[in-house]
């Protein structure tokens, strides 16, 4: 592929700015209310041992969140950046990882400024400004409508996880469950994350589909649209982004994993758990993603018009040939 049709692939131009700010707001936003949050759990606790468990319980969204942020602050970059001058792939990933960087403080920030002579708290830092590191490394990619598509569907699934975690939406779907003993509860916990995280999948694919749709339609011009490969990874996106945020949280934050698994036998356990849960949930998030933005595709594929051309032209090519008993050469 020459570099002219590189350029005018759907897939490789800049998003619009005005959907890039929106969906930077949007990131923005949900990040600041999640690492608010999170602050607010840790800094509520009087004891030392429920405080160093909130901060292991609050870590795994803050750093989900701020991935995303730093994908979609470093997408902006890149956006603006690209309105007066051609930008090359290393300056692209030069950009977007400083952007990603950039976003990675002053996330970390609030949670580093609770105790700056707590270890545990530097390290909750450490990871959150690793993750939006990342996030924006992987907007430094070719392919802006995706990484948008993406960045939009990952909201989509916070914006499930938090209706339904809701106690007025939990608790009567956990009884219509057979919420009841220890077992049952735990039974009930456990059908209720996978429904939740297959929702989320599902509103992830659909989310993807839209966006790249709309996406490619503008991008087009009356051309070819986006190919389907970019559907499947804008649906997986989420999920992408949830198992590279879980990797971090058991690498980046095992110091705070392991202080909150000496708290007691039973926390150790629990946080055990959790962190399978949270990866099985991420893996669901990409594989159900990833199919419904694919189902969404083949749905909108018509017929091949070769198909149909063929039979006309086979019966107009009979017209025409004679009909004898012997066959000519």
Known sequence: MTDPERQSAPETREVSRLTVILLAVAALAWTAAMLQSARASITGRADVAMEVT????????????????????????????SGWRVVGATVRFAVATASGLLVGVLCAVP?????????????????????????????GFRIPPVVAAAGWATLGTFLVGFVLNNKHVQSPVLDLLGNGS??????????????????SGLAAGLIAFAVLRHAGRRAADGGPGLRWPFYLIAGAGPGIMLVISEILTRTAGAQVLELAGKVSELETSVQQILSTNRLNSALIVLFIGA????????????PAADDEDDAPASLSAGAEEPVTGERTS
């Not at 220890?182 to 929702?199: D, H, K, V």
């Not at 199919?291 to 018509?302: D, K, P």
Request: no cysteine; hydrophobic share 60%.
């Open 54 to 81: 909130s901060t292991a319980y609050a870590m795994p969204g803050a750093v989900s969140a701020a991935m995303v942020a730093g994908a979609v602050v470093a997408l902006l970059a890149l956006t603006l950046l």
């Open 111 to 139: 949670i580093v400024t609770i105790n700056t002579e707590g270890t545990i708290y530097a390290a909750v830092g450490g990871t959150v400004a690793a993750a939006a590191t990342i996030g924006g490394a992987l907007a």
């Open 182 to 199: 220890t077992e049952a509860a735990a039974n009930a916990n456990q059908m209720f994350s996978y429904g939740q995280s297959a929702l």
């Open 291 to 302: 199919f419904a933005a694919m189902v969404a595709v083949g749905r909108t594929l018509s």
